[in-house]
Every structure is written in structure tokens, then in C-alpha cells.
């Protein structure tokens, strides 16, 4: 199938009668009608740095979260340990900006494409996933570099 | 932290008195016990094409499939729809040979490079993200090839 042009959308059905509101709602469900979320209403979301490839981090979205992600292009989070909602870098200033959302085929895990603002890690690595295993599964090795302190990332805004 | 080799590792402490057996587990419970296990024993594992970086899975696995994926170096997860262990490409023999296996700041998400041999969708692409959303969140735009009719899939073992 081939993307639908919001610009089109508004343009073809803004201000046509019922038939045309229905057929609008109809294309703009197509998306989320093919998500399932869990019990909890939550789904993961594997985040990428679109211009290396590096996956930055996994976090959980509700509809309403992915729906602030798609309106606003920064990526928006539901925390499970405190209950509230959070957008990525709003204390750090480290924000995401969304290039593209993929999910995959049983619809139960997004993919968010993003241009990463300084450090994804609260630890201050530029991944979260910065430490790897040992060979056969004992020990663990660092494998990128720290490129803030910690206790800078949250005097940065 | 330097990696432990396994090999070393058999070598130093085979046969040894007890506090040596003691000290090998100690290590081997490195990395475990950074992990997060939720409530039902499972962890998300994201599965990395390495030679392309491409997001080709994400899947459940709980402390005995991942000890499997140790082991054998080729994945194992724990399906929570069937209640049961699969290794990837068990039927299709499109397997996933591992080359690295990282963890989040959190520890409870696993990163796992592979070498995939095939598609690792069911559907017959190369990676189950082969969808994204269209324009402002409305449609759906497919964005790779299928390489295998899904039909042809489980007929190749």
C-alpha cells in the first residue's frame, strides 16, 4: 500500500458531507486498528537512531502516547513504575525527533526511527544498550563510550 | 569489565575444590543477575541483523531459553501464546546464528546481534518490521520486498 498524504487527507475530505467524514475515519484507523496492546493497554517501542542504525532503547507507549508521539514528531512514553506519562528528554533535553514508525507483523512491538539528541541512556552513553556479554555467557564488557557524566545529563535543559 | 572466556574459564576452574566452583559461579552469575526477569520470568529480546543493522524481530525470552541461546549460539525464546520453548528457524531453517548478546541500563531489555539465514518474518520478509506509518499516522506503507512466498516458508527445512 502507499502512504496516505495527511496534506492530501484534509485537503480531499475537509468540509464533505458525512459519507466523506466516515471514509476518513475509515483511512485514519487503518494504523492503530493493526496495533495490539497488551492487557495493560501498552505496547514496546524499539527505538533507532535513524543515521547509524544503533537501537538506543526499548520503552512503552500507550495509544494516547503514541498518538502524542505522531502529533507532536518527539517520541512520548508511558512509565509503568510511576504511571504518567513522559517524553524523551523533556528534563535532559535530550529529545528524539521521529523520522519514521514501523510496527511489525503481529502488531504487538513498534519501531520508532529517530534523530537522537545528545544521550538516549540516563547513564550518559549514547545507547542503553552499552554493555554486551562475555564470551559463553560469563562476564560483561562495556562497549561504547560514556559521552556525558550522569550527574551533568539533567542540568543540561 | 574485560569479557570472561569460557575456555579459560573450563580450563581454571575444571576439577577444582569447592571454593574454586564457588568463585566460577560467582562468575557465570554476572550477567544474570543483572537482568530484570517481569513477573511472568520474561524479558524482551530485540533481535539486529549485525551485518545490516536492520531490526528484523523482537520476541520473549525467559532465563532458560536465553541460557539455550548461550549455548547453542543459535536463538531460542519462549512463546507466551503456546506456552512453550521455540528455537527460530526450527521448522523453516531460517535460523538466527548470535554474535552478540547486550542488555539495557535497566536490564530489562536484551539486545542479540545475528546472522539471519533467510526471512526472520513469518510472512516471508526479511525483517517483521516491514511496515510503517504512513504520513501524520494515517495509512500503511510496506517497505521492503517479500523475499518468500509465506506459503513456501515451512517447506524449505
Redesign the interface.
Same mark, same amino acid.
Not at 500500500?1 to 496534506?7: A, C, G, N
Not at 547509524?52 to 537501537?55: A, I, L, P, S
Given at each position: 500500500?502507499?502512504?496516505? #498524504?495527511?496534506?492530501l %487527507?484534509h485537503r480531499v475530505f475537509s468540509g464533505r458531507p458525512t459519507v466523506f467524514c466516515y471514509l476518513a475515519a475509515q483511512? #485514519?484507523m487503518?494504523? %492503530?486498528d493493526?496495533l495490539k496492546f497488551d492487557g495493560s493497554g501498552l505496547i514496546?517501542a524499539?527505538i533507532?537512531d535513524q543515521s547509524?542504525?544503533?537501537?538506543l532503547?526499548?520503552a512503552w507507549m500507550n495509544r494516547a502516547s503514541l498518538?502524542k508521539t505522531?502529533?507532536t514528531g518527539k517520541t512520548h512514553f508511558w512509565s509503568r513504575s510511576r504511571q504518567k506519562f513522559w517524553m524523551k528528554g523533556e528534563t535532559s533535553g535530550h529529545t528524539q525527533a521521529v523520522k519514521?514508525?514501523?510496527?511489525?507483523?503481529?502488531g504487538d512491538?513498534l519501531?520508532i526511527q529517530v534523530e537522537q539528541v545528545g544521550a538516549a541512556?540516563?547513564?550518559g552513553?549514547r545507547s542503553?544498550?552499552?554493555?554486551?556479554?562475555?564470551?559463553?555467557?560469563?562476564?560483561?564488557?562495556?562497549?561504547e563510550p560514556q559521552i556525558i557524566p550522569p550527574d551533568q545529563i539533567y542540568l543540561k535543559k
Open positions: 500500500m502507499e502512504p496516505y #498524504s495527511t496534506e %487527507f483511512v #485514519s487503518t494504523f %492503530f493493526q514496546p524499539i533507532q547509524t542504525g544503533r537501537v532503547m526499548m498518538e505522531i502529533a519514521d514508525i514501523a510496527f511489525d507483523c503481529d512491538t519501531l541512556c540516563h547513564e552513553y542503553c544498550f552499552y554493555r554486551s556479554v562475555g564470551d559463553g555467557g560469563a562476564g560483561v564488557k562495556v562497549t
